[in-house]
């Protein structure tokens, strides 16, 4: 069985974010991985990350900003075309407005947005980046999100209604 690099990497993430960690040291790397940085990088979840010796094992140290509540990454995998992003974005996250979902391309790795603007279609990573802190307080405060096989659950309410 193989190493789930991508959400190893990702749970260590969330992991020292919940610690209130400053930054966090990752390894083994992959280039799919430094591809999916650069994006939180970009969108602002992340401070800098720094690759250190990338023809070996490598590994990247990442500096924090406390920006980051959940980012998941499943096994399963799926192929979107470019026409149906939007509405497969609808699936995947648990409101219109905040998160994305990162698709590896022909063109590389993007975001649902950036492959909506390119007319690229891919294979769906299911990565799923909630961007407000106040939105994931308040919905774990209301339910608790899951991501069971590629879909949202939201169990019933814990009162038993």
């Known amino acids: 069985m193989g190493r789930m690099i991508l959400n190893n990497a990702l749970r260590s993430i969330v992991n020292a974010e919940r610690r209130g960690k ?6 083994p ?4 991985m430094s591809s999916f940085l650069k994006i939180m990088k970009d969108r602002g979840y992340i401070k800098d990350f720094q690759i250190f010796d990338p ?17 998941k990454a499943l096994t399963y ?8 992003i939007e509405e497969y974005k ?20 993007l975001d649902h947005e950036e492959a ?12 799923g980046l909630y961007r407000s802190t106040n939105f994931c307080v308040l919905m ?4 608790r999100l899951q991501m069971l096989m590629g879909k949202w659950n939201t169990p019933t309410s814990r009162r038993g209604t």
């Open 22 to 27: 400053d930054t966090v040291e990752l390894k």
């Open 29 to 32: 790397i992959s280039t799919v």
């Open 55 to 71: 023809h070996r094992v490598g590994r990247i140290t990442v500096q924090l900003q406390g920006r980051v509540n959940d980012c």
């Open 77 to 84: 995998r799926q192929d979107v075309k470019a026409r149906d």
């Open 90 to 109: 609808k699936q995947t996250l648990p409101t219109k407005q905040w998160g994305y979902v990162v698709i590896t391309t022909p063109e590389g790795v």
């Open 116 to 127: 909506v603007k390119r007319n690229v279609g891919g294979q769906d990573q299911r990565l």
């Open 140 to 143: 774990e405060r209301c339910v």
